[in-house]
């Protein structure tokens, strides 16, 4: 379990776009009103109308599906809480765009060098005992910040105190195994653009459930191979033999690179 | 290849140099502007073409590779051995094109060594990654001997044949079994994003055996594209049998996909109007039943342009499948619209001309197919018709 987390609850925020600009200025990127996740926005306040909001960001899940895919650890999950990207190491395979269920990490696909671009979780703060950018400037508390069970008891307190006001589950408790973004949602998760029927468990296990596998049917493969090989070559040599033996055989054209005599 | 061969055939010869230069041109643009100048990728739709043709289709040219090397070191079954060159070539050569999509594809190739010492083993693109990078030297140790035999060396290759060739069919064999299988694996993690229909959990077990079935009617094409161009094949009789073994390997495929399909209940999404139930049936039925009913038929499987053409179905029922997997199953279970840019489609065909044009070069300077008196085809065979 990660240290910290953030905490959003839809019911609290008024959709002005605080955090938005926080977290721009935070990464430095030109301040712009996002309409989408993209490569310079990390962090999308989508207007639901009837002054419903949601905040879209990465979830900096627990058990990471993106940093489970990429080939070479570009991404990494912090016992902090962060899961970030190093540009050191990322070959731009894409794959971790494919495989977040949450679809979450942004592509720069103009660039001759891109980037893998998403929400840090501020990880040069939260490092520093700060909370997260867009957690420190929210006007109403919609979005706070800070050790993760305390922001998950936070979040099932206020479930119990306003049953109506909340869809009944904490999203981020146990979705993929739980994620260092907590959020109460004032209507069901298809209803504010998140994906639905995410299962519990860890993505993760998916692939590891084949590959952890791998050895045990490998080894007796490459012996079963071996057999045969050594099984059938002695087989023609016997038969081959016995050709000779029986004198009247047609002279049969082997061709040129034969491995055996 | 016959038009490397053959200098009369001067329109073919500007096609191909038209197609490297625009081959060269988007090339070109891909590094001074990014995918985004060249491609209709975007953050939805990570992978197209390049990933879902190019990638998938020189892996099921290399099928053939694993499948004939096993039948003749392995299993020993010396009647296949005429074409084992000129079938490791093309699985050489379509690694190759893998190798070269990819660079075009990868965000930042020049870190494509990275999976090397930076290692993720809970990553299926990571096994992938190894397995291109080990199995193209195992191909290109296989090829080399044919090198080495146009330069004289006579004893190396003796040497070779008798030490180096076992280990490195084994190794091949392995290898292919992890690959093959290890590209189905990496959907396997994104259960919510793809259409039911080809979405499983077992997707890298369908994977290899129906690499198998695709394995033995690439050796069919092989035999009959190579009679074509160079009058080399293999006996008709073998072809038979490779044609039973197809539509047995193929039987077995189906049984274990429907069966899948019936334990997921989404069977139900195949009796629908939809694109996913057309792009199934046209998959699954046309390019797999049908092939596999008349690989089922005695007299069928006895008229040689027959077979090859089910076999030749087969090949692209495997890529179909495997297209449909990473393209248009993930457009459904996503619902992102993606139609590939002219400038995909150049190097899609450019690398394709390329690994063609690399085995003109190699069928004319190499001794591919070995030595020995070509075969006459007799007047009757049919084949012969597609000689003229
Ligand atoms: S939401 Fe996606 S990008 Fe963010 S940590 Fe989870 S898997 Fe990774
Ligand atoms: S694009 Fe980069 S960060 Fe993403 S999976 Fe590939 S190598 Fe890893
Ligand atoms: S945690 Fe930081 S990077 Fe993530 S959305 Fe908030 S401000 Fe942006």
Redesign the pocket.
């Known amino acids: 379990m990660s240290v910290f987390a953030v905490l959003y609850d839809q019911s609290k925020c008024i959709g002005c776009g605080a955090c938005e600009q926080a977290c721009q200025a935070e990464h430095g990127q030109r301040p712009h009103k996002p309409t989408r996740l993209d490569a310079n926005s990390f962090n999308w306040v989508q207007d639901l109308g009837k002054g419903t909001y949601m905040r879209h960001f990465c979830m900096n899940c627990e058990d990471p599906t ?1 940093a489970s ?4 650890g ?2 990494q999950k912090h016992a902090l809480g962060p899961v970030t ?1 190093d540009h050191t ?9 494919m495989a977040c269920p949450f679809e979450i ?1 942004k ?1 720069e696909w103009h660039s001759v060098n891109p980037r ?1 671009r998403k929400c840090d979780m501020c990880i040069h703060r939260v490092s520093k005992g700060l909370p997260t950018a867009c957690a420190s400037v929210c006007p109403t508390g919609a979005t706070t910040f800070g050790r993760r069970e305390d922001m998950l008891a936070e979040a099932h307190r206020r479930l119990k105190e306003h049953p109506h006001r909340y869809y009944p589950e904490v999203f981020g408790e146990k979705e993929v195994g739980g994620t260092s973004v907590l959020m109460l949602l004032t209507r069901t998760p298809i209803q504010d653009h998140l994906p639905a029927n995410l299962p519990k468990h860890d993505m993760p296990m998916l692939t590891w459930n084949v590959l952890g596998k791998l050895p045990e049917i490998i080894v007796p493969w490459a012996t079963f191979l071996g057999g045969m090989m050594w099984l059938t070559a002695r087989k023609n040599k016997v038969a081959e033999v016995e050709h000779h033996t029986t004198e009247d055989h047609t002279t049969e054209h082997h061709t040129t690179e034969d491995d055996h005599e | 290849m016959s038009s490397l061969k053959v200098p009369r055939l001067t329109f073919w010869r500007a096609v191909y140099v038209v197609i490297l230069a625009l081959f060269a041109l988007v090339f070109i643009r891909r590094f001074t502007g990014g995918l985004g100048a060249v491609s209709n990728l975007k953050d939805l739709m990570p992978w197209g073409l390049w990933i879902g043709f190019d990638v998938m289709s020189g892996v099921a040219l290399a099928a053939g590779g694993f499948t004939i090397t096993a039948i003749v070191y392995i299993f020993h079954l010396e009647k296949f051995r005429p074409i084992v060159r000129s079938t490791v070539l093309t699985a050489f050569l379509g690694y190759l094109m893998v190798v070269m999509a990819l660079l075009v594809d990868l ?2 190739p020049w870190n494509v060594w990275h999976p090397l010492i930076m290692w993720n083993d809970h990553s299926a ?1 990571f096994e992938l990654a190894w397995c291109v990078m080990l199995y193209t030297t195992v191909l290109f140790l296989e090829f080399l001997p044919l090198v080495l035999e146009r330069l004289g060396k006579k004893h190396t290759v003796h040497w070779w044949h008798r030490y180096l060739t076992p280990v490195l069919c084994i190794l091949g064999v392995l290898l292919s079994t992890m690959h093959q299988s290890s590209l189905g694996t990496l959907y396997v993690i994104v259960p919510e994003k793809l259409h039911p229909l080809w979405y499983s959990p077992i997707l890298p077990y369908l994977f290899f055996i129906s690499a198998i079935a695709l394995g033995l009617a690439m050796v069919n094409v092989e035999s009959f594209l190579s009679f074509r161009a160079f009058g080399k094949r293999l006996e008709p009789e073998i072809l038979v049998d490779l044609g039973k073994a197809t539509a047995f390997v193929l039987l077995f495929y189906l049984v274990i996909r429907f069966e899948d399909l019936v334990v997921r209940h989404s069977l139900k999404y195949a009796f629908r109007f939809d694109l996913g139930a057309l792009f199934f049936w046209v998959e699954v039925g046309l390019l797999m039943i049908v092939p596999m009913i008349i690989l089922m038929s005695e007299r069928l499987r006895h008229k040689p342009l027959v077979l090859a053409g089910a076999q030749f179905m087969v090949v692209l029922g495997m890529v179909f499948d495997r297209m449909n997997v990473s393209t248009t199953a993930f457009q459904l279970g996503t619902g992102v619209s993606y139609h590939p840019l002219w400038s995909e489609f150049v190097i899609s065909i450019g690398v394709i001309a390329i690994g063609m044009g690399l085995f003109g070069l190699a069928v004319r300077y190499l001794p591919v197919f070995p030595e020995g008196p070509i075969e006459h085809p007799k007047p009757a065979d049919p084949y012969v018709e597609l000689l003229k």
């Open positions: 993106c895919v990429c080939p070479v570009a991404l990207w190491r990322c070959i731009g395979c894409r794959y971790c765009m990490p592509y893998i | 965000g930042r693109m």
